[in-house]
Nanobody
Framework: VQLQASGGGLVQAGGSLRLSCAAS????????MAWFRQAPGKEREFVAA????????VTADSVKGRFTISRDNTKNMMYLQMDSLKPEDTAVYYC???????????????????WGLGTQVTVSS
């Protein structure tokens, strides 16, 4: 699976951005697909994901209520709508896919085998 994230940029606190992830195969076809982020000097952090089966989503508490994950299977695309952005959301955002992750490990980046190049999101205060 090849992935390509896009849509990052510079935005003021309180603003919005929508990230896109183009996949070489249809999201949800036996793959969990997720968004992770990594801020400078910090470990990679889970943001949101579609679980491998059932189409269920899971969202990190740090972004719940502000970020929404979605997908368009007809276009092989996954999205991350980010609203009410905060400076602490500044990071490189990555999309990832896994054909082997079990539901309980959806938030574990070590379970993901396919990664796209990241897109930088910078939120100014």
């Amino acid at each position: 699976v090849q992935l390509q994230a896009s849509g990052g940029g510079l935005v003021q606190a309180g603003g919005s951005l929508r990230l896109s992830c183009a996949a070489s195969r249809r999201p949800g076809s036996g793959y969990a697909m997720a968004w992770f982020r990594q801020a400078p000097g910090k470990e990679r952090e889970f943001v949101a994901a579609f679980k491998r089966t059932g189409g269920y989503t899971v969202t990190a508490d740090s972004v719940k209520g502000r970020f929404t994950i979605s997908r368009d299977n007809t276009k092989n695309m996954m999205y991350l709508q980010m609203d009410s952005l905060k400076p602490e959301d500044t990071a490189v955002y990555y999309c990832a896919a896994s054909s082997r992750v079990i539901a309980s490990a959806t938030m574990d980046d070590k379970m993901y085998d396919f990664w796209g190049l990241g897109t930088q999101v910078t939120v100014s205060s």
